[in-house]
């Protein structure tokens, strides 16, 4: 039996998600919530005291310093991850960094050459593809339980009034809905149908420049994926998943699906999948496994599976003229 590494984890960046994910962190064994930095030594240690964290920096470089972490969480805004991550992995760190792992596929690759030459582990944390109802889900389509699969709706839409100067809408952070939501979308018709044939795609802009909504219709050879992100409607946040033989129905907030339905024109099954803590616990348990391991990579979320991922947000964007300030 694998003898699972205790991993000393270290927070880069203590705000809203970081907050949730140490929640988590605490919850799984051989992970030991151990270290936060913060650009400001009272944030670092407001979050230090509330969850439990052994040591609080004042700066992200002090706590890449400390010798005694093993893996760093990064909880930053989107124009930052690259910056964070491969300094992470240039000081040795493991790093499991927020959604999407960079801005765009060059920044993408210039991460996963850090991990590779530093030979450390990398994984985007698409937290969803760890979860057990979207595990499960993944399987019954392979034993074909509503026959051929060909069309996929899914949504993440939230109704929001954002700050202007908030994450969401600030251009220089790389706010929007695509690359905060849309990125779950995009994800789920992946992992069902794989690489698309075609993209096509629309968005309506705030007048930041941020995306309020954008939608995309992903093509396969035999079968269609329907895809939106918003943040100015409310969205029951079920996905669907549709075949010849019927359909399934992925409960509400799909992408922390508790359970879900089989449904077809004779009945309809429902199945429940309770989650360990927020849902975070399986993508650390992942981390923990693959390091334990000697892995650079998650077999299950792969850097390959980074790579098309932004190669189809990079062409969402590319069609709706959607650039960040720091791509020039
Ligand atoms: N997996 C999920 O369920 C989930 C949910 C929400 C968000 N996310 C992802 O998590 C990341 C962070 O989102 P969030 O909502 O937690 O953001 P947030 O609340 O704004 O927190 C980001 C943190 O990053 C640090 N930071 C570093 N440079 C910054 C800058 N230039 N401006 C603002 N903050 C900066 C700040 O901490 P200090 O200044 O104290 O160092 C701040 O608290 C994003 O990639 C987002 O897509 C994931």
Redesign the pocket.
């Known amino acids: 039996m694998l003898e699972k590494k205790k991993l000393n984890w270290g927070i880069l960046?203590?705000?809203?998600?970081?907050k949730?994910f140490a929640q988590d962190v605490n919850l799984v064994d051989n992970a030991v919530l151990y270290a936060v930095?913060?650009?400001?030594e009272e944030?670092?240690k407001k979050f230090a005291q509330a969850y439990h964290v052994e040591k609080a920096y004042g700066s992200?470089e002090d706590l890449l310093n400390d010798p005694d972490v093993d893996i760093i969480y990064i909880?930053?805004?989107?124009?930052?991850?690259k910056q964070y991550a491969i300094a992470a992995m240039n000081a040795g760190k493991h790093v499991l960094c927020?959604?999407?792992l960079g801005l765009n596929l060059d920044e993408v690759k210039e991460m996963i050459d850090a991990s590779k030459s530093n030979q450390v582990f990398l994984m985007e944390?698409l937290?969803s593809r760890f979860n057990p109802t979207i595990v499960e889900v993944l399987g019954k389509l392979k034993e074909g339980v509503i026959g051929e699969v060909n069309y996929v709706n899914v949504d993440f839409s939230v109704y929001r009034d954002f700050p202007v100067e908030g994450?969401m809408l600030n251009m220089d952070?790389a706010g929007g809905s695509l690359?905060?939501m849309g990125i779950y979308p995009v994800f789920l018709a992946y992992l069902v149908f794989g690489y698309p044939e075609q993209i096509l795609a629309a968005s309506r802009f705030h007048e930041t420049g941020a995306d309020m909504q954008t939608a995309a219709i992903l093509k396969y050879k035999h079968g269609i994926a329907n895809l939106l992100s918003g943040f100015s409607s409310q969205s029951d946040m079920v996905a669907k998943i549709h075949g010849t033989q019927g359909r399934i129905l992925l409960n509400r907030r799909w992408h922390q699906a508790d359970g879900y339905k089989i449904v077809n024109d004779q009945d309809e099954t429902s199945f429940q999948l309770p989650i360990k803590g927020i849902g975070?616990t399986y993508e650390i348990e992942e981390c923990i496994d693959c390091i334990s391991r000697g892995l650079i990579e998650s077999p299950k979320w792969s850097h390959q599976n980074s790579v098309d991922l932004i190669k189809i947000m990079d062409e969402i964007r590319k069609q709706v003229g959607l650039k960040y300030p720091s791509e020039g």
């Not at 960046?13 to 970081?18: L, R, T, Y």
Request: aromatic share 10%.
């Open positions: 960046g203590p705000g809203k998600i970081s949730k930095g913060s650009r400001s944030r670092a992200y909880g930053t805004p989107h124009n930052s991850h927020e959604k999407p944390a937290w994450r952070l690359l905060d975070y």
